[in-house]
C-alpha cells in the first residue's frame, strides 16, 4: 500500500518566478516511480516529470525538476521561470511498481500572477 | 505520445438509468486500463483495473455491481455506471500504461467524462 502527501492545498507564483512544490510519499515497494501530473482547467492529467526511485540524479524537464530525496521519502517539484500557463492543479503520484497503479496526493492548486 | 480517449465526454443521465462510458486507446495496445473518479476540487481515485480477456479488480469499498467494466479488446475498455443516483454524479478518468511502447510506466490519460445524474 502506498500514500502520497501534498501538505500545500494551494501555492502562488509571480510570473518568472520560481515555486516549488512538496510532496512526501510512503511506499513498501523496493522498486518504485514518482510522478508530478498536471491538470489544467480542462481536466486533462499531463505527466510533468517522473523519477525512477532507484536512481539518485534528479529528474529534469526543461523548467521543471524535482528534489528526490529517498531516505526522506521526499520528491519535490520545483518550477523555475513560471508562466502563466503553468496555472493548474498539480498532483504527485507514486507507482508501485510491476502493477502500475498510482496513488495520488491530493493536490496543489498554483496561481500564477502576471 | 500516445492517445486515449473517452466517450461520451459529458453525459446526463436521470437517477436509475444507466450509463456506458468508453475508453479507448487509439494507436497502442493496452492489456490493462485503469479507472479513476474524481469529486469537484478532489483528486483522483483509482476504482478498478479492467484487465483484457479476464474479470476486472476492484478496489476496497468500490461495488462492482454498480459499476461494471468490461475490457473487451486489446484498445476499448467501458464502464457502466448501473443504476445511476445522484451521488454517482462525478468525474470519471481512465488510463492505460504504456508498455507495448517501450517507456515503462508512462501511463496516458483520457480527458475524462462527466456524469450528472438528475
Known amino acids: 500500500a502506498q500514500t502520497v502527501t501534498q501538505s500545500q492545498p494551494e501555492m502562488s507564483v509571480q510570473e518568472a518566478e520560481t515555486v516549488t512544490l512538496s510532496c512526501t510519499y510512503d511506499?513498501?515497494?523496493?522498486?518504485?516511480?514518482l510522478f508530478w501530473y498536471k491538470q489544467p482547467p480542462s481536466r486533462q492529467m499531463i505527466l510533468v516529470i517522473r523519477?525512477?526511485?532507484?536512481?539518485?540524479q534528479n529528474a529534469t524537464e526543461n523548467r521543471f525538476s524535482v528534489n528526490f530525496q529517498k531516505a526522506a521519502k521526499s520528491f519535490s517539484l520545483k518550477i523555475s521561470d513560471s508562466q502563466l500557463g503553468d496555472a493548474a492543479m498539480y498532483f504527485c503520484?507514486?507507482?508501485?511498481?510491476?502493477?502500475?497503479?498510482?496513488?495520488f496526493g491530493k493536490g496543489t492548486l498554483l496561481t500564477v500572477n502576471p | 505520445g500516445a492517445v486515449v480517449s473517452q466517450h461520451p465526454s459529458w453525459v446526463i443521465c436521470k437517477s436509475g438509468t444507466s450509463v456506458k462510458i468508453e475508453c479507448r486507446s487509439l494507436?497502442?495496445?493496452?492489456?490493462?486500463m485503469f479507472w479513476y473518479r474524481q469529486f469537484p476540487k478532489q483528486s483522483l481515485m483509482l476504482m478498478a483495473t479492467?484487465?483484457?480477456?479476464?474479470?476486472?479488480?476492484?478496489e476496497q469499498g468500490v461495488e462492482k455491481d454498480k459499476f461494471l467494466i468490461n475490457h473487451a479488446s486489446l484498445t476499448l475498455s467501458t464502464l457502466t455506471v448501473t443504476s445511476a443516483h445522484p451521488e454517482d454524479s462525478s468525474f470519471y478518468i481512465c488510463?492505460?500504461?504504456?508498455?507495448?511502447?517501450?517507456?515503462?510506466?508512462?501511463?496516458?490519460f483520457g480527458p475524462g467524462t462527466r456524469l450528472t445524474v438528475l
Open positions: 479492467s484487465n483484457e480477456g479476464s474479470k476486472a479488480t476492484y
Open positions: 494507436d497502442f495496445q493496452a492489456t490493462t
Open positions: 488510463s492505460a500504461p504504456s508498455d507495448s511502447l517501450g517507456s515503462y510506466n508512462e501511463q496516458f
Open positions: 503520484a507514486c507507482d508501485g511498481g510491476s502493477n502500475y497503479k498510482l496513488t
Open positions: 511506499t513498501s515497494e523496493s522498486d518504485y516511480y
Open positions: 523519477q525512477e526511485a532507484y536512481k539518485q
